[in-house]
Each structure stands twice: as C-alpha cells, then as structure tokens.
C-alpha cells in the first residue's frame, strides 16, 4: 500500500491542524493505521493509532485530549485532527500502515508502510 500524508503547516500554540493521509495500492480497510512524528533530535514516536474498523483507538499521553485518529475506509484515508497545538508538537509527522487480520485492534509497533512525512511547525 502506497501511503501520501499531507496537511502540515506552521501555526501559532492553540491552533488546530487536521492531517490527511491517502492510501492507494490494496485494500485499505485490511491495514491498521498509524500516526507517528520525529521531532528534530529525537527519536520517532506513535502518537496515535487506529484500529481497520475505526472502532479502537490509541494516544500517546502527550497528545490525549487533544489529537483524534480517525479513519474512513470508503475514502481509504486516515486523518489526524490536532487541536490546541502546542510549540513541543513541533515535529515531522508520518502515516503508516499496518496489516492485520482482527477488524478491532490497532497496532503500536511493526508497521510495514510509511509515508512521506509532512512537517507540523508551532510558533509560540
């Protein structure tokens, strides 16, 4: 699966972003999805992630309350709403995909498709 992440800007603290990442290639509803970032210097980090059906869902306590994964399988795109973005959000943020065969568990490692990275900047 072929995974193209767009959405990033820059934007001042409190702003809201909402990610989009469009997969094409196979069945998109076959594949758990993820959003990871990489901040400059650091190490890379899931910050969210979505079960195939929608119904499952993981943060990272650094983004709880205020980011939401969502996904729409008839689109085949995940998204990833930010709100109340903070200057330590700041980071490049990747799509990915991961395959697996239970509809109701999302993944939080081995993910076998990346996309391209979209840069999220937030000024304080």
């Known amino acids: 699966v072929q995974l193209q992440a767009c959405g990033g800007g820059l934007v001042q603290a409190g702003d809201s972003l909402r990610l989009s990442c469009a997969a094409s290639g196979r069945t998109f509803s076959s594949y758990a999805m993820g959003w990871f970032r990489q901040a400059p210097g650091k190490e890379r980090e899931l910050v969210a992630a979505i079960s195939r059906s929608g119904y499952s869902t993981y943060y990272a306590d650094s983004v709880k309350g205020r980011f939401t994964i969502s996904r729409d399988n008839a689109k085949n795109t995940a998204y990833l709403q930010m709100n109340n973005l903070k200057p330590e959000d700041t980071a490049v943020y990747y799509c990915?995909?991961?395959?697996?065969?239970?509809?109701?568990?999302?993944?939080?490692?081995?993910?076998?498709?990346w996309g391209q990275g979209t840069l999220v900047t937030v000024s304080s």
């Open positions: 990915a995909a991961k395959y697996v065969r239970i509809v109701t568990v999302y993944a939080l490692y081995e993910y076998n498709y």
